[in-house]
């Protein structure tokens, strides 16, 4: 039996997803756009979806324009807020462990001109929410923080820093990749004070290419996208009805449900980090208050690719880190404090609320002759 256990990298659609995105194309295979009625039932479709995931976040449907994935509205969020609000404001602030597609983003931005602060976490591998407010002036325009690391589950200091920055420095726009948190813990737009929140669909059961971006009313962020002005001209290009109905179907049939979860989250961190306690040699690079869903330990030594296909051969499927990164050894393990022969071993368990007791044991034992056979 297949041991999946790489849900921060992809989940599997629920079947209420699928069912949703099969009525789509065969049912509503409309474009939205089109003024008849068959444009019409597409539009309905969308809307109703549109809706399940404002009031998901506590946003109004205006608020919510939909996107690829993740990766196109974190682009647009920092693309299109510096290109709005950047004109002489040159300063954006990050986190030092973004995901690529804010990290590359902002290098990017960088090369044309923009000045961009990384804050890390402080020696003893924590983030301080002052360092972030110290990091903003009246230079800056943008500042983006995700929500949960992928990589290790750690949880930044959102809320507090940009309610400051909403107190103090309110033409700073507030942007928060909320892809590892969203469904997982609450992710209120109002709560986190945030003015922009990027959402992607296949990590909470939907299916993969659809995403959203949140923008507060009256927050102005210029497209990315140009063309047939779909999105309110903010993303153009003809919106992919079948994922966005599954994503709303993903939406209402985990989102009652988000405190349980969370508590059977909990209680399965706990098991697997009990049971890792007696495999000699294993490290927890995760810290004891992150996300419980994502658990990333170094298995002593052992290089990470290998006990991966290790326990692939096994069907017990686990990631290196961060599965976006290809392979390749990202930065933010390092940044956490995690480095050397210690990131080189480093394995990310990403689990949901579903996974099974006896799936853990599984891994464990997996994770246990390898550490025997696997070579360094
Ligand atoms: N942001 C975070 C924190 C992620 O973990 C990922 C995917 O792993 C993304 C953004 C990109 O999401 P997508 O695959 O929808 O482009």
Redesign the pocket.
Known sequence: MEVYLDN???TKPCEEAVAAAVTAMTQKYGNPSSLHRAGLEAQLLMDSARKTIADSIGADSGCIYFT?????S?NLALRGASAAYGRKRKKIVISAVE?A??EETAADLETKGFEVVRVSPREDGRFYAADFISACDENTCLISM?Y???ETGYILPVKEVFSAINRRMPDIVTHT?C??AYMKLPVKVSALNADLV?L????IHGV?GV?ALYIRKGVRVLPVVTGGKQEKGIRSGTESVPLIAAFGAAVEKYLPTVAQRYEKALRLKAYLLEQLKDIEGVEVNSPEDGSPYVINISAGGKRSEIMLHFLESREIYVSSG???SKGQQSGVLGQFGIRDKRADSALRISITAETAESELDDFCEGLRAGMEKVRG
């Open positions: 921060a990298a992809t690829s994935g993740a990766t196109e974190n995901h597609s804010v995700m949960v690391n992928n990749d892809v590892q990027s992607s669909a296949h990590k993969k995403g961060s599965a976006c």
